[in-house]
């Protein structure tokens, strides 16, 4: 390439295609919301800056030969960063973090997911890294080499690393405090390109690292005088005491969303039995229930469910902090003389979580080698949920009562796999695949629950005891707008309708209670702990949780999302909006304006209880604090 007689550098040539590429994919392939102009210019103008930091790094190298060899390395690493992004935000709408490069123990039973997610077009990604690396062998590429004086090579430098400011300052007008209030990454990447969020999130793990290292138990009393005057203050369970002594029977319902309860598919009902159990006189439904997952998905919810704390907003707190002390409810149950299970047909390490279910005081794990698991009677990630609760009851019923037992289903997984036979109800119809599977495997997941509430009515088990089902977290991403926005029959998916599709059923069922009824109280995955625990009449006075006990009245008002967003009786927070709850109507944009809005209170408490939860994990708090003692 020759411009005015003279030779383009390859550094220079190499930085325009990979800025181009880069562009490409930030701009049509990441669903990165853009709000103004200034938004679109940043996307514009950081891939090329980037591209051009790293490199003009080249010119240093006095050797031409490293010098060609250090672009086409550069090219190729480059592109398989951003190339496992994708892959990775095609099926979770997110972007990487160094925690989950380190969850090796989860990728060997990725593998038809992964697959799923790769397309054959995805070979163009690597359409220039393959130019460069066959230019550079085939024709004389010394020619496009540089070997500017020391005086040129200082101004590259001061060049690239003036524009790179540019791009900061840009970034900084667009979103001020963007690294302290970095909970989004999407915001990060938006306005800082992937590879520096890569170097930012670099630098957030070994400051991670170390607070555990400088904690003292000093906070806590902070902590304890916030939940106390906060959350906690007179609190007084309705329903205190209302199971007590019977067995608790968890059901985690993979992937389940509210939107598809009392719904229909093709004309016929998505989930006839949870519709059933949403009328019926011994349930409570929580129609406004959110789980509050990120990252670390089913193994979150869990969290949350057992320690009423907040998951990490990066990666999966049962990883980075699998060896934590925690004060879960089976310890607390434990010590009331209660026996605890978690059934789960899947590999015992996945998430870790045979590491940290010995931490949550978690008694006995039957993962997959507790199943008798054939080709006939799995499909996707396993063991169907038909035979997993058949296989299932033979445990519980031998197991001493009470107990205290988590049962996780599996078939309604990405990429929603069924088998025709199986098949109650025929899949929806729409440019998306996965949503049109989902139904199929949702009503499966309802038909297991039921036959398991029917072989536990045959025993005397269910009588003694109290069930609870929940969604664990979103089975449809973002990336599905479009078909969902069809299925909804809405015009598009806003960001507030994106909160709402994170409602995920919850239900209470108490055998013989005959008093239950539909709950709209706005409710989320951090009241679980609180709520079950009074159910069973024990006392949670000396513990440190972040929900409130769902039979209460006064509540501290709102369910904080890890992002920083949050719902509240009144409104709702989404991608820096200001919604009316139960309208959808917008009240306040963030970026238009700095004065207080309705929201503003909210979000600042908010940000200060993420902050005490992620300061408790850090730290590893409860190590300092003996419960019994207090
Ligand atoms: C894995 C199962 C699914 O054991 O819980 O995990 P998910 O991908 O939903 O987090
Ligand atoms: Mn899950």
Same mark, same amino acid.
């Given at each position: ?49 980037t ?22 390395? /550069? ?23 160094i ?40 024709? $004389?590429?010394?020619?496009?080499? #540089? ?5 040129? *090579? ?16 840009? %970034? ?12 989004? *990454?999407?915001?990060l990447?938006?306005?800082i390109g992937l590879f520096y969020y890569h170097m930012y999130d670099a630098a957030v793990q070994?400051?991670?690292? +170390?607070? *555990?290292?400088? %904690? ?26 209302? %199971? ?35 009328? $019926?006189? &011994? ?6 229930? =959110? ?8 193994? &979150? +919810? ?21 060896? !934590? ?16 299970? #978690?059934? @789960? ?13 010995? !931490? ?16 006939? !009677? ?19 019923? %031998? ?28 899949? =929806? ?8 599977? =989902? ?6 997941? &309802? ?25 664990? @977290? &979103?089975?449809?991403?973002?990336? @599905?707008?479009? /078909? ?14 994106? #909160? ?38 024990? $006392? ?14 006064? *509540? ?37 304006? !700095? ?36």
């Amino acid at each position: 390439m020759v411009l005015k007689g003279k030779k383009i550098p390859l550094f220079i040539i190499a930085s325009l295609l990979f800025g181009v590429k880069t562009y490409i994919v930030y701009r049509f392939m990441f669903n990165i919301e853009l709000d103004n102009v200034l938004q679109e210019l940043i996307l514009l103008i950081n891939p090329f800056v980037t591209s051009i930091v790293f490199f003009s790094l080249t010119i240093w190298f006095r050797n031409k030969s490293w010098q060609i060899t250090f672009i086409r390395y /550069a090219a190729l690493i480059g592109t398989l960063v951003i190339y496992f992004n994708l892959v990775f935000y095609r099926s979770f709408t997110d972007f990487l973090t160094i925690p989950q490069l380190f969850q090796t123990s989860n990728a060997a039973d990725l593998g038809t997911s992964v697959l799923s997610l790769v397309k054959l077009y995805d070979v163009l990604f690597f359409a220039d890294v393959a130019c460069i690396w066959y230019l550079s062998k085939k024709m $004389d590429i010394y020619e496009y080499t #540089v070997s500017y004086p020391k005086r040129k *090579r200082a101004f590259v430098l001061s060049i690239s690393l003036l524009l790179l400011s540019g791009n900061f300052l840009l %970034a900084e007008m667009e979103r001020p405090q963007l690294f302290t209030r970095a909970f989004d *990454r999407e915001y990060l990447v938006k306005n800082i390109g992937l590879f520096y969020y890569h170097m930012y999130d670099a630098a957030v793990q070994s400051k991670v690292k +170390s607070q *555990r290292v400088l %904690a003292d138990g000093n906070n806590l009393q902070e902590i304890k005088k916030y939940i106390a005057e906060e959350i906690r203050s007179g609190e007084q369970s309705e329903l205190l005491g209302v %199971a007590k002594g019977r067995n608790v029977i968890f059901i985690s319902a993979e992937s389940i969303q509210s939107f598809v309860i009392q719904n229909d598919v093709n004309g016929e009902e998505i989930t006839p039995f949870l519709n059933q159990l949403v009328n $019926d006189k &011994d349930t409570y439904y929580f129609e406004n229930f =959110y789980h509050q997952t990120q990252q670390g998905k089913t193994s &979150d +919810s869990e969290f949350l469910t057992e320690n009423s704390l907040y998951p990490s907003s990066r990666g999966a707190v049962f990883f980075t902090h699998g060896e !934590n002390e925690y004060h879960a409810m089976p310890e607390m149950l434990k010590e009331k003389g209660y026996y605890s299970a #978690v059934f @789960h047909a899947n590999n015992t390490s996945f998430w870790n979580r045979d590491q940290i279910y010995t !931490n949550l005081s978690i008694d006995q794990f039957y993962g997959k080698d507790a199943y008798e698991i054939t080709e006939d !009677n799995s499909v996707g990630w396993g063991l169907k949920d038909k035979p997993f609760f058949e296989q299932s009851m033979e445990y519980l019923q %031998a197991m001493e009562q009470p107990f205290y037992t988590k049962f996780i289903t599996l078939t309604n997984h990405f990429p929603f796999e069924l088998n025709a036979k199986d098949r109650s109800i025929e899949p =929806y119809d729409s440019n998306s695949n996965t949503l049109n599977n =989902y139904f199929p495997t949702v009503r499966y997941t &309802d038909e297991a629950i039921e036959q398991f509430f029917t072989m536990l009515k045959q025993t005397s088990i269910y009588e003694n005891s109290i069930i609870f089902i929940m969604g664990d @977290h &979103d089975g449809i991403s973002a990336n @599905h707008n479009k /078909a969902m926005s069809r299925f909804l029959e809405v015009e598009e998916i806003t960001p507030y309708d994106y #909160v709402q599709l994170q409602r995920v059923p919850l239900f209470i069922h108490i055998p013989g209670h005959n008093n239950g009824k539909v709950i709209s109280k706005i409710a989320g995955q951090i009241d679980l702990k609180p709520t079950i625990l009074h159910m069973l009449g024990i $006392d949670t006075s000396n513990d440190i949780y972040f929900g409130n006990d769902l039979f209460h009245d006064d *509540r501290k008002g709102f369910i904080a999302f890890r992002n920083g967003d949050f719902v509240s009786e009144e409104f709702i927070s989404a991608s820096g909006i200001c919604y009316e709850r139960l309208t959808g109507e917008v009240l306040q944009i963030e970026s238009e304006s !700095n004065q207080d809005t309705s929201c503003q209170s909210i979000k600042e408490k908010v940000e200060t209880e993420l902050a005490y939860s992620d300061e408790i994990i850090y730290g590893d708090l409860f190590r300092f604090i003996d419960f019994n003692k207090q």
